[in-house]
């Protein structure tokens, strides 16, 4: 049974700092690009950033220089390390395992993290 479980999240104030963990079981995990998504409420889900089996990087514009992605292969485990945070990052997180070809994907269950005074 797969299982993508997130952690980390929270209320922090605007410029603070959150680390998202998301902890694999029951794949492969080094075969798998692993992603962070988020979906805002009355938005469409967005990927933020995108980690490759080789360890390249993508993140979407709004959070370069911010976030960093992360893995650990021997720990399947993916982190999302949040700096500088502003209120319009205020989302559910979600962590998402891809494995190319066959094309299949995995997500966790969401995990909320809002920005503000």
């Known amino acids: 049974q797969v299982q993508l479980v997130e952690s980390g999240g929270g209320l922090v104030q605007p410029g603070g700092s959150l680390r998202l963990s998301c902890a694999a079981s029951?794949?492969?995990?080094?075969?798998?690009?692993m992603s962070w998504y988020r979906q805002a409420p009355g938005k469409q889900r967005e990927v933020v950033a995108t980690i490759a089996r080789n360890n390249n990087t993508n993140y979407t514009h709004s959070v370069k220089g911010r976030f960093t992605i992360s893995r650990d292969n021997a720990k399947n485990t993916v982190y999302l390390q949040m700096n500088s945070l502003k209120p319009e990052d205020t989302a559910v997180y979600y962590c998402?395992?891809?494995?190319?070809?066959?094309?299949?994907?995995?997500w966790g269950q969401g995990i909320q993290v809002t920005v503000s005074s």
């Open positions: 998402n395992a891809e494995y190319i070809f066959p094309a299949v994907a995995y």
């Open positions: 029951g794949i492969r995990f080094s075969m798998y690009v």
